[in-house]
């Protein structure tokens, strides 16, 4: 799907009969449009989603993959100085949590 959207081709998805799913995918498709999301942040979010909720959850409930892109990106606004450009939380919120995943991480000003 991602791949058709980046070369602007249509995609024809067939659900089976499967009307909750077939919901579930047009009110997804039409969030992450509303929210100019491009294919890039996308990958890099379900990339996101697979390492650090899919393999980090070992045993724990797992959170579902539109659940957590809808709040994922709900919560974040990169035109305000309140959250990174890469859909996360701020250097603080991080701090707050244990640190950077990154040891290198600062935030330099001009």
Same mark, same amino acid.
């Given at each position: !799907? !991602? =791949?058709?959207?980046? /070369?602007?081709?249509?995609?024809?998805?067939? *659900?089976?009969?499967?009307?909750?799913?077939?919901?579930? !995918? =047009?009110?997804?498709?039409?969030? @992450? *449009?509303?929210?100019?999301? *491009?294919?890039?942040? @996308?990958?890099?979010?379900?990339?996101?989603?697979?390492? &650090?909720?899919?393999?980090?959850?070992?045993?724990?409930?797992?959170?579902?993959?539109?659940?957590?892109?809808?709040?994922?990106?709900?919560?974040? &606004?990169? &035109? #305000?100085?309140?959250?990174? #450009?890469? /859909?996360?939380?701020?250097?603080?919120?991080?701090? =707050?949590?244990?640190?950077?995943?990154?040891?290198?991480?600062? /935030?330099? #000003?001009?």
């Amino acid at each position: !799907m !991602m =791949a058709a959207a980046e /070369a602007g081709r249509d995609l024809a998805y067939f *659900t089976f009969e499967d009307k909750d799913l077939c919901d579930d !995918m =047009a009110g997804m498709h039409d969030f @992450l *449009t509303s929210q100019s999301v *491009t294919i890039g942040d @996308l990958w890099r979010n379900l990339h996101r989603y697979r390492t &650090d909720v899919l393999r980090r959850s070992a045993g724990v409930s797992k959170p579902k993959l539109f659940p957590y892109l809808y709040q994922l990106y709900t919560v974040c &606004d990169s &035109d #305000t100085d309140e959250y990174e #450009t890469e /859909a996360g939380p701020t250097a603080q919120v991080k701090a =707050a949590a244990g640190g950077s995943r990154s040891p290198n991480y600062r /935030a330099e #000003t001009p």
